[in-house]
């Protein structure tokens, strides 16, 4: 079993809808980090969770850490939101060191 | 601000070839510096990770290795390729202050 699983793997969504992405994980973790992947590959910090819940844009992210569990939500989606979505976490034993998610790919669709 | 450059961004390389992929971050000192891979269709696995000139860590037993010359700069090489070293590399470094990684463009290679 994978320290850190991801669900869904792969989602569509039509455009407008609220979106969620899970993030669950095994190991006791210093902060979680949720990435997102463009098609052409590069990669964005979206936000950095230690606790509690951050808002960016149409962009929210909420942790859990007595049950290990992370969401990422995105309200009224966009086809440009289109990309994978990418949860890792800096494990307690590991310092400064992330452990990925395998990641969700989202398409939006007009 | 701080900037992370690769190169190149994609290369082709033969089986048995050479390879030396070129990380460098400005506007920091003494990053710590990571190199990542993603094969296709699969997530991200950390290579190496150096805290320091000179100082390299390896997760991952491989084909590859990691040199730090310089305080910004961090080169991921290999004497000779393989098909399975064929993938997305990217370098990223840590900010401590914020505990988030910043990821550089990636280098795409494919060994033919």
């Known amino acids: 079993k994978n320290e850190v699983e991801q669900s869904p793997q792969n989602l569509t969504a039509q455009e407008g809808e609220f979106i969620t992405i899970n993030c669950s994980y095994s190991v006791g973790i210093s902060a979680l980090h949720w990435l997102q992947q463009h098609p052409g590959g590069g990669i964005v910090s979206l936000f950095m969770?230690?606790?509690g819940k951050k808002k960016h844009g149409r962009l929210i992210a909420t942790i859990n850490i007595q049950e290990k569990h992370s969401s990422l939500h995105i309200t009224a989606s966009h086809p440009r939101d289109s990309a994978v979505y990418i949860c890792?976490?800096?494990?307690?034993?590991?310092?400064?060191?992330?452990?990925f998610g395998g990641g969700t790919r989202l398409m939006v669709k007009p | 601000s701080q900037t992370i450059h690769q190169w190149p961004a994609t290369l082709v390389q033969p089986v048995g070839s050479p390879l030396s992929l070129e990380c460098t971050v400005e506007?920091?000192?003494?990053?710590?510096l990571y190199w990542y891979r993603q094969a296709a269709g699969r997530g991200l696995q950390l290579l190496f990770y150096s805290v320091g000139i000179g100082q390299i860590s390896s997760e991952v037993p491989q084909n590859l290795s990691a040199s730090r010359p310089q305080d910004r700069q961090f080169i991921l090489s290999s004497k000779k390729l393989l098909l399975s070293d064929s993938g997305f590399y990217l370098c990223a470094w840590w900010g401590p202050s914020n505990y988030e990684q910043y990821f550089g463009p990636g280098t795409r290679l494919t060994v033919t």
């Open positions: 969770l230690s606790s």
């Open positions: 890792a976490v800096y494990r307690h034993i590991s310092g400064n060191m992330l452990t």
């Open positions: 506007g920091t000192s003494n990053p710590n």
